[in-house]
């Protein structure tokens, strides 16, 4: 059953479409990234799904329980989100404040949850640290928990690995890796990290300002023709056909497809 569901979704901005005819859909086991290159409509889709824009055309609908304001969404990083002046704990818990209703102020049920969430991440040492003092990879860690505080069916991550290094980022991937297959809850992150992207995912959206590909993650590296390449090859092949450009094949990498196959398999089960 799905918990969202994308039914021939155009959005843009002031009437001008950027990105048209999206079609896709979310069951609460999938791990879904979202590729595509600088421009693409990726985050213009996040804006959607948070229903912070409404389609022009379409419908973008939850389901299976699942409300709009339900949604656990980690942010693309800015300098100013970097150096917000407050403790690691008031960050993570500042993730129930949809659930908060007319409630003005915190309960302890919401720092409970809070509490549980920085455990679940391994980040309860750092609860009394002021935020901005932290590394790039502990607060992704943090801002992640805050997500969690917000949902119990779908996390929405906005390049959440962008700026880390490759230990921390794939710390991130391993943690919504858990998330997914231990809590329960369906993932959609935006990445440009394409390695990770197909091992770590069991389904694809790529986009160009209209959906390339959308579909579990081993049928997009082997594509249509049925060879299993590169998945960098398999990207710039997809965007090149649809800018009718050139791409020379790169037959000198050599590609082991196998692991990466039956990572797949063991992920779709
Ligand atoms: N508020 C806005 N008003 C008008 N145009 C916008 C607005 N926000 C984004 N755009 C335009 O929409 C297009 C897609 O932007 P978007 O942020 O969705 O791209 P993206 O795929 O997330 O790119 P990146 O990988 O760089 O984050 C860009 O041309 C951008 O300039
Ligand atoms: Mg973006």
């Given at each position: 059953?799905?918990?969202?569901?994308?039914?021939?979704?155009?959005?843009?901005?002031?009437?001008?479409?950027?990105?048209?005819?999206?079609?896709?859909?979310?069951?609460?086991?999938?791990y879904?990234?979202?590729?595509?290159?600088?421009?693409?409509?990726?985050?213009?889709?996040?804006?959607?799904?948070?229903?912070?824009?409404?389609?022009?055309?379409?419908?973008?609908?939850?389901?299976?329980?699942?409300?709009?304001?339900?949604?656990?969404?980690?942010?693309?990083?800015?300098?100013?989100?970097?150096d917000?002046?407050?403790?690691?704990?008031?960050?993570?818990?500042?993730?129930?404040?949809?659930?908060?209703?007319?409630?003005?102020?915190?309960?302890?049920?919401?720092?409970?949850?809070?509490?549980?969430?920085?455990?679940?991440?391994?980040?309860?040492?750092?609860?009394?640290?002021?935020?901005?003092?932290?590394?790039?990879?502990?607060?992704?860690?943090?801002?992640?928990a805050?997500?969690?505080?917000?949902?119990?069916?779908?996390?929405?991550?906005?390049?959440?690995?962008?700026?880390?290094d490759?230990?921390?980022?794939?710390?991130?991937?391993?943690?919504?890796?858990?998330?997914?297959?231990?809590?329960?809850?369906?993932?959609?992150?935006?990445?440009?990290?394409?390695?990770?992207?197909?091992?770590?995912?069991?389904?694809?959206?790529?986009?160009?300002?209209?959906?390339?590909?959308?579909?579990?993650?081993?049928?997009?590296?082997?594509?249509?023709?049925?060879?299993?390449?590169?998945?960098?090859?398999?990207?710039?092949?997809?965007?090149?056909?649809?800018?009718?450009r050139?791409?020379?094949?790169?037959?000198?990498?050599?590609?082991?497809?196998?692991?990466k196959?039956?990572?797949?398999?063991?992920?779709?089960?």
């Open positions: 059953m799905s918990i969202l569901t994308c039914n021939h979704v155009t959005l843009g901005y002031d009437g001008v479409p950027i990105l048209s005819d999206i079609n896709f859909s979310v069951g609460q086991d999938t879904l990234c979202v590729i595509g290159e600088n421009g693409a409509g990726k985050s213009t889709l996040v804006k959607g799904i948070l229903g912070l824009i409404k389609p022009m055309s379409g419908r973008i609908e939850t389901g299976d329980g699942l409300k709009a304001n339900e949604i656990g969404y980690l942010p693309q990083q800015t300098q100013i989100q970097k917000f002046p407050a403790s690691v704990r008031e960050v993570v818990v500042s993730g129930r404040i949809n659930s908060m209703g007319w409630r003005p102020f915190m309960t302890k049920k919401d720092y409970a949850e809070a509490d549980k969430n920085m455990e679940l991440l391994g980040i309860t040492n750092l609860r009394d640290h002021c935020y901005q003092d932290l590394s790039g990879g502990q607060q992704q860690r943090v801002l992640l805050r997500a969690l505080c917000a949902t119990k069916k779908l996390l929405l991550l906005d390049e959440p690995v962008s700026g880390l490759p230990v921390a980022a794939r710390d991130m991937y391993e943690l919504t890796s858990m998330i997914n297959k231990e809590q329960g809850i369906a993932i959609i992150m935006v990445s440009h990290d394409l390695d990770e992207a197909m091992k770590y995912s069991n389904h694809i959206l790529h986009l160009s300002h209209k959906q390339l590909f959308f579909g579990k993650t081993r049928d997009y590296i082997a594509g249509e023709d049925g060879g299993v390449v590169n998945p960098i090859e398999r990207y710039l092949k997809r965007d090149a056909a649809n800018h009718s050139k791409v020379e094949p790169a037959a000198s990498v050599p590609y082991d497809a196998s692991a196959i039956k990572r797949q398999e063991e992920n779709n089960g």
